[in-house]
């Protein structure tokens, strides 16, 4: 049975080659797949080194290195990491610009015991990252998400400080009266300021909004700067935000997917096609050309409009050109690509054949002057190199909803729907109106202040001593008196036993909000900018990484690099926040 298996394994490698457009591509990859079940290393790095996926298209080259891959992982089970390692490298020959491959190479790496990190490899992967649509689509899609969400989150964790922090002052201001009597009626004064929005908004996502409001005039200077900062940003975020998902509404229109669609190579019918603006019959044409029918992306190019001229057309029509033979023709389109994209080393590649096979030296003597490059091609090339796709009509669109040309004020009116559908706006005005009008209708609010040792609550003009302590502690800790010192032991022993069970409490508070006791030492504004960034970076890290695994089955090598640096501030964080004294418990 194994001889008749490798006789049959034998005969794939010779069928025809109409099977596949560019047979040596796939002949070579089936002799070294042949050969690798024979375990010859040698003749399988021979055919290894022969593959040219120049003249595949997209789909078939997708299929060859997913093919050629999955060659490498067989290797890599049987431990020949050497062998993996050169399928893989030939996947990324073959496709330049699929970055998956490289986490395979830091596998076999890791399988070596070599470092799973290679910094020149993470950036190669990430400038792949950026040139692809849809990744680089993905990325800014969840970035922006995830700092808007964040600064939200750091909003809503300073209005719950200012609340423990300012609340009971603030019941004990508007809830009695000057002569320390309860007062019904403010009681339910308090209870429909703060739950009408109830019934008008759907959520408590207002109430961190209304609580700095409500408590703005027991806030200190920098707790209000600290406010002004985050709600500035906020606004900022909201903005971005708004950018995001008007950009998500045009990647969703249909008229973008239509975009989508001829760019990834559906072929439409002349009478749909017909339709296409300028830019798009060119995508269309290179669809065409892609799946190997030249006459009809020649018919689609000649119904692009003569006035209409980019580098891709007329690199299109010099290719065509050149396949079918009018050697005039293709060296004039080339010649014009080239001009206006010197640095396409497919167009440059044809260009330089095209020249060759006209035959007059002295006309390629002449471009040579112009364009240097042809002379290191001169002795390369041998056949015409495929025209790479161009997906920057795909970013062109993303903000004007397919549409060819840009439009301000349409985008910015789909700006402003956005904006206002996002009630941070309103929050922010109804938190401004509650800080502005609540000390002018109720003067008494911002009348009581909490004793700095105790804790105990009073009236700001009972405060007469330097620092802000009530007259017990001010006789117990200031005046030297000994017949107060028993009674100041068991004083400080209570404040000290209330301390640290308060310490107890932040501390496990920050095992999970990194930082959470540095707003206890006077260091608010370094606990939002340290706990944000890591909030940020390791959101970003999970939620990036779960979409591209639902997207693509992959995920980045840069995301592992963006964990171990959240890891890495955590513990950061948490070391900044162990030093210094305490203040205020």
């Known amino acids: 049975m194994k001889i008749i298996r490798l006789a049959l394994l034998a005969c794939l490698i010779w069928l025809p080659a109409s099977l596949h457009p560019g047979p040596d591509a796939w002949g070579n990859l089936k002799k070294a797949c042949f050969y690798a079940q024979q375990n010859n290393d040698r003749l399988v790095l021979k055919y290894l080194g022969r593959l040219n996926g120049d003249s595949l298209s997209r789909q078939d080259r997708l299929a060859f290195v997913q093919e050629l891959e999955r060659l490498g992982r067989r290797y890599e089970s049987r431990r020949q990491f050497q062998m993996a390692e050169a399928c893989f490298r030939e996947s990324q020959k073959v496709s330049p610009s699929r970055w998956e491959v490289y986490n395979a190479l830091a596998k076999v790496r890791r399988a070596r015991g070599e470092s799973f990190f290679e910094p020149s490899a993470l950036w190669d992967q990430f400038r792949l990252l950026l040139a692809d649509f849809r990744s680089r689509l993905l990325l800014t899609h969840v970035a922006v998400k995830v700092v808007f969400f964040t600064l939200l989150i750091l909003f809503f964790v300073f209005a719950l400080l200012v609340f423990f922090r300012y609340f009971k002052l603030a019941m004990y201001d508007f809830i009695l009266t000057g002569d320390q009597q309860f007062s019904v009626q403010k009681v339910i004064r308090k209870v429909l300021l703060l739950l009408w929005p109830l019934i008008f908004f759907g959520g408590w996502a207002i109430y961190p909004f209304l609580i700095i409001g409500f408590l703005w005039s027991y806030m200190g200077y920098a707790e209000r700067r600290i406010v002004r900062w985050l709600a500035s940003v906020l606004v900022v975020g909201a903005l971005a935000y708004s950018f995001n998902l008007v950009m998500e509404k045009s990647v969703s229109s ?249 310490l107890v409490c932040l501390f496990l508070i920050s095992l999970v909000l990194p930082g959470f006791v540095l707003n206890f030492k006077g260091k608010t504004h370094v606990f939002l900018l340290l706990s944000g960034l890591f909030i940020a970076l390791f959101t970003f890290t999970v939620v990036a990484a779960s979409a591209f695994h639902s997207l693509f089955y992959a995920m980045p090598l840069f995301l592992f690099g963006c964990g171990v640096l959240a890891f890495a501030l955590y513990f950061v964080v948490q070391a900044v926040t162990l030093l210094g004294e305490s203040h205020g418990l």
Not at 273 to 284: E, H, I, K
Not at 327 to 351: G, P
Not at 460 to 473: F, I, M, R, S, Y
């Open 254 to 502: 249909d008229e973008f997917r239509r975009v989508q669609e001829v760019v990834a190579g559906r072929l439409f019918s002349e009478s749909d096609y017909r339709q296409f603006d300028a830019p798009l019959l060119v995508a269309q044409a290179y669809a065409y050309y892609d799946q190997g029918k030249p006459e009809q992306a020649l018919d689609v190019l000649q119904a692009v409009e003569s006035d209409y001229q980019s580098a891709l057309k007329l690199s299109l029509l010099g290719s065509l050109y050149l396949e079918a033979g009018d050697l005039t023709q293709s060296i004039h389109n080339l010649r014009e690509s080239l001009i206006m994209n010197e640095k396409d080393k497919a167009t440059m590649s044809n260009f330089t054949l095209a020249l060759l096979r006209h035959g007059d030296m002295n006309v390629f003597e002449k471009y040579a002057v112009r364009f240097p490059a042809i002379a290191d091609y001169r002795q390369r090339v041998s056949q015409p190199m495929k025209i790479k796709a161009d997906e920057r009509i795909l970013w062109q669109r993303a903000f004007t909803f397919g549409q060819e040309k840009f439009s301000f004020p349409r985008f910015l009116r789909a700006l402003a729907v956005q904006f206002l559908c996002i009630p941070i706006w309103l929050c922010l005005a109804i938190m401004t109106v509650y800080a502005l009008l609540f000390s002018r209708i109720f003067p008494f609010m911002g009348g009581s202040i909490s004793c700095g040792k105790c804790g105990k609550i009073m009236r700001k003009n009972q405060a007469t001593h330097g620092p802000v302590l009530c007259d017990e502690c001010y006789q117990l800790f200031l005046i030297k008196d000994p017949i107060f010192f028993d009674a100041k032991i068991i004083k400080e022993n209570d404040i000290k036993r209330r301390n640290r069970l308060q």
